[in-house]
């Protein structure tokens, strides 16, 4: 399974950006896995953003995304999004994707595969 995040760049606080997490594999099918988000900034450890489920499509968030985040799947095109609406300076991270058999969870430690991450600047 591979997964490649693309979409971040530098944006302006109150600003907007979608990433998206393509992945890709022989035989795979987007269905199957958990897909999450998380994120690393600089000098802090790495944390969840959001998830979401492969059976139901229920989601997730962290507290600080709740309202201004939305994890969103198609699995036709075997990609996941991440719309980020009202950025904030304390959004600036690597963002990574994930994807786990084992379903939906926070837990970075339940996700099989990870991709290479996208930068996300926020600053004026």
């Known amino acids: 399974v591979q997964l490649q995040a693309s979409g971040g760049g530098l944006v302006q606080p109150g600003g907007s950006l979608r990433l998206s997490c393509a992945a890709s594999?022989?035989?795979?099918?987007?269905?199957?896995?958990?897909i999450a988000w998380f994120r690393q900034a600089p000098g802090k450890e790495r944390e969840g953003v959001s998830c979401?489920?492969?059976?139901?499509?229920?989601?997730h968030y962290a507290d600080p995304e709740k309202g201004r985040f939305t994890i969103s799947r198609d699995n036709t095109k075997s990609t996941v999004y991440l719309q980020m609406n009202s950025l904030k300076p304390e959004d600036t991270a690597i963002y990574y994707c994930?994807?786990?058999?084992?379903?939906?969870?926070?837990?970075?430690?339940?996700?099989?595969?990870w991709g290479q991450g996208t930068l996300v600047t926020v600053s004026s």
């Open positions: 594999g022989f035989g795979f099918r987007l269905e199957h896995y958990a």
């Open positions: 994930a994807a786990s058999t084992g379903g939906i969870s926070r837990n970075e430690y339940e996700y099989n595969y």
């Open positions: 979401i489920s492969n059976n139901d499509g229920s989601a």
